[in-house]
């Protein structure tokens, strides 16, 4: 499948990519996963690659269409025109890595590789309970479980407190799978979680976020309600 190269122009000029004959994504604007790889996707020059398929998802209403290519029912899932599906944000963000020759998402030097990763787990971490957490709080009435919010909510505010601690290092480090994957988790905070105010006595890792909002990958995947 993989054969020719092309030159596409993205933020580092002129990225060599091999080219691919179709890639179609399932996406939504509105999920924090997709957006990982659509940053990717924009960093690496390939976003105009991606055909998107606009999927609509629920863990409680499973999507028939989506569950042929991914039984888990998850997005981002990518199809590849060979047949080949691969689904999990970072799975696919690594793929699009492979495909470019421009500055690596996922660094290859051995301490930057492994600092990128342990970030990129940190903010995937945030990202799942703050979904969980999402979903208890918007059960029907009164069948929520205050037990399971209360720990989400420590859970949260105990991770972003480590995040204070790490912002420097967030912003020294080479920009990576890492800071997308944290940058994406505080901006889920915003979107979902707007009556929280984690900018509140964390100076440091608030600062970082509004550097980060400012790349222009992230300000073209701002996530929006349809
Ligand atoms: N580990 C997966 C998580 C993806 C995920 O949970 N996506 C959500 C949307 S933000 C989804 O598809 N939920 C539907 C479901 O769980 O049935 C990844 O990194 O891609």
Redesign the pocket.
Known sequence: MIAQSQIISGPSTHIEVVRATSMKLHW?P?????R?VLIVAHETGQFDRLEKVRSV???TK?NEQLMRVNP?????TLVLDDGRIL????LISEYLDSLHSGTKMVPSDSSEHWQALCWRAFG?EMLDAL?LWRNEQTRPNGTHLQILLNAFELKIRTALDFLERDAESLTQAPFSVGQISIGCALAYMNFRFAHYNWRKARPKIAHWFSEFEQRPSVKLTEPKDE
Not at 72 to 76: D, G, L, R, V
Not at 87 to 90: G, K, M, Q, T
């Open positions: 939504s509105r999920s924090p996963f997709v990982k998802v629920a863990m499973p888990f029912n998850k997005i981002p689904f999990d944000s970072d995937n979904i």
